[in-house]
């Protein structure tokens, strides 16, 4: 081997092409069965026990099943929250074979919480529970706050040159979204029949699509579809790049 290093920087690019494809692959995944599955009114999966086990599409208006939820950060009354607290953080380490020190940046979760309470979704023809353990939910944010630490990101005149070097939390990070009572939703998941009865969830082999989204079904694969063209794009380049670093290499 005449250049290592561009065996090294040829496997960095090529594995972040493999990552956008793995994006492009679960993305698509997601599209297709939202296109492909149809809308169900709520009335005939209260009576269909046999469907149990298929993948079902429904819309309607989110209704808590008793009192509403308050959200941890933000206060608000909902159906479903999920609150997150990350730290940023700036580590330095000294370069190999140079009297220079090199910087990165990375943000890391450093608690969750998500509600788990069954709530409803309604139509015209009736209502029926959602366990929302497992979902993948595109509701409303409604708190993000960025809480710097010990004077942040900040290292004055001369940069990381005196700075020790070691990890340190420069910044907290808080987020929380939502999902509202009597809001219209989207919602595509497995339909199960419980001791009380039907209701949609998430398959217990993660493979199947169990999505939540205050958007519409169109506008959800609009955006899908844009941003599939766009990781496209990326995958394509990079792992056409990747590829030629590493030919370069040998």
Known sequence: MEKPELLIAGLCVLAIGVYLFYRWYVLRKKIIDIIATPTSKIGTLLNAKKNAGNVVEVKGKLVGEDELLKSPY?????????????NKIREVTQSSGSRGKSVRTYVETFSESKSDRRFF?????????????GAEVDGMVV?????PVGGGDSTGFFGSMFEPCGSKIIAVIKEEQILPANRKAYLIGELFVGSKGPFIGGSPAKDKTFFISLKTEEALVGEGQREMNFLTLGWAVFGAAGLALLMMAF
């Open 74 to 86: 933000a206060n608000k009354d909902c159906v479903y929250y999920h609150s997150t607290e990350k």
């Open 121 to 133: 979704i309604e139509d015209e023809t009736g209502r029926i529970p959602i366990d929302p353990e």
């Open 143 to 147: 708190h993000k706050t960025i809480e």
